[in-house]
């Protein structure tokens, strides 16, 4: 898992295990509270991109991993 120089988990790590939430992967680590904090501090309001150039989007909302949510077979997010 890649981390910075404090040893907290890169927005796009935790964007990734989230994904691997979402698309039921057992192997991926579980998310903590601090994990979502500290996502959402980095990525709310940015503008993303799936990779699609018709899709580009902002964050507006982080969905809790208690809350579902559906996400396509193949699921990748790339910062803009």
């Not at 988990?9 to 192997?27: F, H, N, S, T, Y």
């Not at 309001?45 to 579902?68: A, W």
């Amino acid at each position: 898992m890649d981390h910075d120089d404090e040893g907290v988990p890169l927005a796009q790590e935790i964007v990734l295990r989230r994904i691997g939430q979402m698309e039921g992967r057992a192997d991926m680590m579980p998310l903590t509270d601090a994990d979502y904090a500290r996502l959402r501090a980095l990525i709310l309001g940015r503008t993303v991109s799936t990779g699609d150039e018709f899709e580009i989007f902002e964050i507006i909302e982080i969905v809790p991993p208690d809350e579902p949510a559906i996400v396509g077979d193949e699921t990748t997010v790339e910062f803009a």
